[in-house]
T-cell receptor, first 115, second 113 residues
Framework: GAVVSQHPSRVICKSGTSVKIECRSL??????MFWYRQFPKQSLMLMAT?????????EQGVEKDKFLINHASLTLSTLTVTSAHPEDSSFYIC???????????FGSGTRLTVV | GDSVTQMEGPVTLSEEAFLTINCTYT??????LFWYVQYPGEGLQLLLK?????DKGSNKGFEATYRKETTSFHLEKGSVQVSDSAVYFC????????????FGKGTTLSVSS
């Protein structure tokens, strides 16, 4: 089945630094990937839609200069949290759709803690 | 707008009890419907799906039927186990290229032995 690999699974960084999270589709090509943020005991909040070879589409209220998304190939999308602050601490999850009726496959998530 | 509403939790059950988690949706067109499960500290795993009216998705003893007349996709399991303790998300896809899943708020299930 379709597999999406996301790493790192956990990262702790100092306030003011940047952190990059990678999301790879291992056995299929994903022209579109999605980035979500999840707060404790809450649902997933869509942050942006990442399109291969073009600019990401951000949801309202998401700072595109803070959350940089790059989708340079059909199998890789990256989310960079720039100048991270403690309020950026959260669980970030990526997702990719294989197309047709295959549904959406999710990465295992990244727990970001900014200290 | 398009949305998913699922029952609020937490749902607390004893092992071998019957489980129902209600999910209703509002959507234009003909969406596909999904249930995902999230274990603590992990990403989401697809539990089951249905792509058209009257389809029944099933997996690991869980079932859900796509009911267009009631715009519902309730999740059921006849006999829950402690290992089923997790958060369950109902979601829909508008089946349009490049669009993300629309999630419900999630329902926490806790099963005790």
């Amino acid at each position: 089945g379709a597999v999406v690999s996301q790493h790192p699974s956990r990262v702790i960084c100092k306030s003011g630094t940047s952190v990059k999270i990678e999301c790879r589709s291992l056995d299929f090509q994903a022209t579109t990937m999605f980035w979500y943020r999840q707060f404790p005991k809450q649902s997933l909040m869509l942050m942006a839609t990442s399109n291969e070879g073009s600019k990401a589409t951000y949801e309202q209220g998401v700072e595109k200069d803070k959350f940089l998304i790059n989708h340079a190939s059909l199998t890789l999308s990256t989310l960079t949290v720039t100048s991270a602050h403690p309020e950026d601490s959260s669980f970030y999850i990526c997702s990719a759709r294989q197309g047709g009726n295959y549904g959406y496959t999710f990465g295992s998530g990244t727990r970001l803690t900014v200290v | 707008g398009d949305s998913v509403t699922q029952m609020e939790g937490p749902v607390t059950l004893s092992e071998e009890a019957f489980l129902t988690i209600n999910c209703t949706y509002t959507a234009t067109g003909y969406p596909s419907l999904f249930w995902y499960v999230q274990y603590p500290g992990e990403g989401l795993q697809l539990l089951l799906k249905a792509t058209k009216a009257d389809d029944k998705g099933s997996n690991k003893g869980f079932e859900a039927t796509y009911r267009k007349e009631t715009t519902s996709f309730h999740l059921e399991k006849g006999s829950v186990q402690v290992s089923d303790s997790a958060v369950y998300f109902c979601a829909l896809s508008l089946n349009q290229a490049g669009t993300a899943l629309i999630f419900g708020k999630g329902t926490t299930l806790s099963v005790s032995s």
